[in-house]
């Protein structure tokens, strides 16, 4: 990587951008502010969000923290994959383990190591992008393409009144299928880029009075990061790399982190009715505890959703709203390891149902209430393990229905012109259910295990009040309580939350600043036993607990009629409450961003600069220490890192023709993450994420 001083990168780029800007202005005609950006800031907060509460309101009286992110910004900014855009959101961060696509996200202080983004639930068009067996929503399910979303609402806080176990953290609500008499956005658009990256997207818009429809199709290839292996490891791991089968020493991660994707969606609405088909079908390689030999692991999977829906006004007062959602999933994962001759393999599958039923009643002038049924069920899961080295012999698991029903409500009340009172709750209930093992134990009979799994009991609730003293001025006080099952052997992990923020808003500034306090528990934390021999060993329970305190600003301003700067910092104090001299794992102290872009009549210029903390790895107690005493980290703590990301746009070069060239990481700096003992503690340095990325786009609009 480049060792020249950041200060001066910094200067000549801003230097080249002055001078790219001064030539497009110089060039062009002049501009009205309506053509540069459609809303001001205060239009924007009054615009109709749906996913806080599944209600139509606006972002100012929502009972949340909200953040969006429409198609303007996607391509004001260059974006080009989902955790690009994620990764720039308030509060987000990443983590990439290389243990699947790149994108699983920590939320204020909080990150999962165990499952990708199973603390937030993850929609699409208002369906659940969810793998039931896993309970968890890996990015490599949901490959959108960019160019297919027209808007993200993005709630963060607990929502699990709502959406249910696994919104402990907020709510990410993908939009794709806009289309108005004046907005009928088709295009179709082609990128390449590094590390041999190529995408390809299609969307097509249609309106013929009461029917829409929109398809949006997409493609996604990459070789992933190529990394040394002396780079991630320490060297007293990396001399066991020729236990593992590695004589190589340069030996790197070169398309052993291979992503392919192929995604199809259409969502049509006539009348009353909704419909919503999605397929996707990844292949994606990762790295699993030991590095691979040949061709890297693969996990191949395809997954279908299809979505029905009816919305009905019944009267002035009450207008009903039923979902049913019906869900296929396979994945086939094969093992590289130790040798060219090793075999392993874990294939699964199931069917899923989500179905919902919603009514709004507005009981008076001045009361809402919102009602909601719901009910899901993973049906005729089939896991088939064979590892024979590991002496896992076509072991299979069997669950033919596991069923949870949930009924939650939520009452909004306008006490004054000023002030609008929230509370609601919710109760789940995952039913009890049979679950089936069967291993073969090579003999003529086997081992077959059924457990009769007990019920699991979850409630929600939240509360909040919003004061508007005046246009300019918004006060909101929030409180909830959310839920995750971590799995059916553990009690659900909880969050608790009370939040404070403040909206300032005129037509050219919006400053949004938030107080907030957050509690886990119950979180699955391993801890030392005695095995009885004399030994040691590790096992785990629910005793972990972690508290946060934080601060978030934002500020958003157009000056000068053609630009726009966002600013943003998160500062989050986390602590272990049972281990109160440990420093939690995976937990930055502060998280920022600064956004800036220029748009003339076709141009955007825009730069992006993030910064995250430095991050502890994960303390296992079961690590021998060699002088008698247990107990370390699984990795280093690894620095803090900064990146400068920067994007060029021309829009309508010919006939609807745009080229869009992005730039991410632009200073080659070094991103570092650290290490996870679900997957990668071999990697005892952490996991590198990209160097300098360039991608060239050419799209059509029509």
């Given at each position: 990587?480049?060792?020249v001083?950041?200060?001066?990168?910094y200067?000549s780029?801003?230097l080249?951008?002055?001078?790219?800007i001064?030539?497009?202005?110089?060039?062009?005609?002049?501009i009205s502010f309506?053509?540069?950006?459609?809303?001001?800031?205060?239009?924007?907060v009054?615009l109709?969000?749906?996913?806080?509460?599944?209600?139509?309101?606006t972002i100012k009286?929502?009972?949340a923290?909200?953040y969006?992110?429409n198609r303007?910004?996607?391509?004001?900014?260059?974006?080009?994959?989902?955790?690009?855009?994620l990764?720039?959101?308030?509060?987000f961060y990443?983590?990439?383990?290389?243990n699947?696509?790149?994108?699983?996200?920590g939320?204020?202080?909080?990150?999962n190591?165990n499952?990708?983004?199973?603390s937030?639930?993850?929609?699409?068009?208002?369906?659940?992008?969810?793998?039931f067996d896993?309970?968890?929503?890996?990015?490599?399910?949901?490959?959108v393409p960019?160019?297919?979303i027209?808007k993200?609402?993005?709630?963060?806080?607990?929502n699990?009144?709502?959406?249910?176990?696994?919104?402990?953290?907020?709510?990410?609500?993908i939009?794709?299928n806009?289309?108005?008499?004046?907005?009928?956005?088709?295009?179709?658009?082609y990128?390449s880029?590094?590390?041999?990256?190529?995408r390809?997207a299609?969307?097509v818009?249609?309106?013929?009075?009461d029917?829409?429809?929109?398809?949006n199709a997409g493609?996604y290839?990459?070789?992933?990061?190529?990394n040394?292996?002396?780079?991630?490891?320490?060297?007293?791991?990396?001399?066991t790399l020729?236990?593992?089968?590695?004589?190589?020493?340069e030996?790197?991660?070169?398309?052993?982190l291979?992503?392919h994707?192929?995604y199809?969606?259409?969502n049509?609405?006539?009348k009353?009715?909704f419909?919503?088909?999605?397929?996707n079908?990844?292949?994606?390689?990762?790295?699993?505890l030991v590095?691979?030999v040949?061709d890297?692991?693969e996990?191949k999977?395809?997954s279908?959703?299809m979505?029905?829906g009816?919305a009905?006004?019944?009267n002035?007062w009450i207008?009903m709203?039923f979902?049913?959602?019906?869900?296929?999933?396979n994945?086939?994962?094969d093992?590289?390891?130790?040798?060219?001759s090793?075999?392993?393999?874990?294939?699964?599958?199931?069917?899923?149902?989500?179905?919902e039923l919603l009514s709004?009643?507005?009981?008076?002038?001045?009361?809402s209430?919102?009602i909601?049924l719901?009910y899901?069920s993973?049906k005729?899961?089939d896991?088939?393990?064979?590892?024979?080295?590991?002496?896992?012999?076509?072991?299979s698991?069997f669950?033919d229905d596991?069923p949870l029903h949930?009924?939650?409500?939520?009452?909004?009340?306008?006490?004054?012109?000023?002030l609008k009172?929230?509370?609601?709750g919710r109760?789940?209930?995952?039913q009890p259910?049979r679950s089936t093992f069967?291993?073969?134990?090579?003999e003529?009979?086997?081992?077959?295990i059924i457990?009769?799994n007990?019920?699991?009991?979850?409630n929600?609730?939240?509360?909040?009040?919003?004061?508007?003293?005046?246009?300019?001025h918004t006060f909101?006080?929030?409180?909830?309580?959310s839920?995750?099952i971590s799995?059916?052997?553990?009690l659900?992990?909880e969050?608790?939350?009370?939040?404070l923020n403040y909206l300032?808003?005129?037509?050219?500034l919006?400053t949004?600043?938030s107080?907030?306090?957050?509690?886990?528990r119950?979180l699955v934390?391993?801890?030392l036993v005695?095995d009885g021999?004399?030994g040691?060993?590790t096992?785990?329970?629910?005793?972990?607990?972690?508290s946060t305190?934080?601060?978030e600003i934002?500020?958003?301003?157009?000056?000068?009629?053609y630009?726009?700067i966002?600013?943003?910092?998160?500062?989050?104090?986390?602590s272990?409450?049972?281990?109160k001299?440990?420093?939690?794992?995976?937990?930055?102290?502060l998280?920022?961003?600064?956004?800036?872009?220029y748009?003339?009549?076709?141009?955007t210029?825009?730069?992006?600069?993030?910064?995250?903390?430095?991050?502890e790895?994960?303390?296992?107690p079961g690590?021998?220490?060699?002088?008698?005493?247990?107990g370390?980290?699984t990795?280093?703590?690894?620095n803090s890192?900064?990146?400068?990301?920067?994007?060029?746009r021309?829009?309508?070069?010919?006939?609807?023709?745009?080229?869009?060239?992005?730039?991410?990481?632009?200073?080659?700096?070094?991103?570092?993450?650290?290490?996870n003992?679900?997957?990668?503690t071999?990697?005892?340095?952490?996991?590198?994420?990209?160097?300098?990325?360039?991608?060239?786009?050419v799209?059509?609009?029509?």
């Open positions: 990587m480049s060792t001083h950041p200060a001066s990168r200067t780029l801003l080249l951008l002055g001078l790219l001064i030539s497009s202005t110089a060039l062009s005609e002049n309506e053509e540069i950006l459609t809303l001001s800031l205060t239009d924007l009054n109709e969000i749906y996913s806080a509460n599944k209600t139509h309101e009286e929502s009972p923290s909200i969006i992110v303007a910004d996607i391509e004001r900014y260059g974006y080009n994959t989902l955790t690009d855009i990764e720039n959101v308030p509060g990443n983590i990439y383990s290389y699947g696509a790149p994108g699983n996200f939320v204020r202080g909080f990150w190591p499952q990708q983004n199973s937030m639930a993850i929609l699409v068009n208002g369906v659940h992008q969810y793998t896993s309970r968890s929503s890996p990015m490599e399910q949901i490959p960019v160019e297919a027209d993200i609402e993005i709630t963060r806080g607990p699990a009144v709502i959406y249910g176990s696994g919104a402990s953290f907020g709510v990410v609500n939009i794709t806009t289309v108005t008499d004046d907005q009928k956005k088709s295009l179709f658009a990128s880029g590094s590390l041999n990256t190529e390809a299609l969307r818009a249609l309106k013929e009075n029917l829409k429809l929109v398809m493609t290839s990459t070789n992933g990061p190529d040394k292996f002396y780079d991630l490891m320490n060297s007293d791991n990396f001399s020729p236990s593992f089968g590695i004589t190589d020493p030996y790197s991660t070169n398309e052993l291979e992503q994707n192929k199809f969606n259409i049509s609405s006539y009353n009715w419909f919503d088909f999605a397929f079908q990844s292949s994606t390689e990762f790295f699993i590095p691979s040949q890297g692991s996990r999977s395809t279908i959703n979505t029905v009816y009905y006004e019944i002035d207008d709203n979902k049913s959602t019906y869900y296929q999933h994945r086939d994962t093992f590289d390891a130790f040798s060219p090793f075999y392993g393999i874990i294939n699964s599958s199931y069917d899923a149902y989500n179905i709004n009643i507005k009981a008076s002038d001045d009361t209430i919102l909601g719901n899901q993973m005729n899961l896991e088939l393990t064979d590892i024979p080295a590991l002496n896992f012999n076509q072991d698991y669950i596991r949930a009924v939650f409500s939520q009452i909004n009340y306008q006490a004054t012109d000023k009172l929230t509370a609601g109760f789940e209930e995952i259910y069967i291993s073969d134990t090579g003529a009979s086997e081992n077959r457990s009769n007990e019920s699991i009991h979850i929600s609730y939240r509360g909040a009040a919003v004061y508007s003293s005046t246009d300019e909101k006080f929030m409180i909830g309580n839920s995750r799995g059916d052997d553990f659900p992990e969050t608790d939350t009370i939040e300032y808003v005129v037509e050219n919006y949004s600043v107080l907030f306090h957050n509690n886990l119950n934390v391993p801890f005695d021999a004399g040691l060993s096992e785990e329970d629910t005793s972990g607990k972690l305190d934080g601060i934002i500020i958003n301003k157009n000056f000068q009629k630009w726009l966002e600013a943003g910092i998160t500062y989050q104090d986390t272990d409450d049972i281990n001299n440990l420093e939690p794992a995976y937990s930055p102290d998280l920022s961003h600064i956004k800036l872009s748009k003339s009549r076709k141009s210029y825009s730069l992006i600069s993030r910064y995250v903390d430095e991050m790895s994960f303390y296992d690590i021998d220490n060699g002088d008698g005493s247990f370390n980290r990795g280093d703590k690894i890192y900064a990146t400068l990301d920067a994007n060029i021309i829009d309508n070069i010919y006939e609807g023709f745009y080229l869009n060239v992005k730039a991410n990481n632009l200073l080659d700096k070094t991103i570092r993450y650290p290490n003992n679900d997957n990668n071999l990697l005892d340095k952490g996991t590198l994420g990209n160097e300098r990325i360039i991608t060239v786009t799209g059509i609009d029509f």
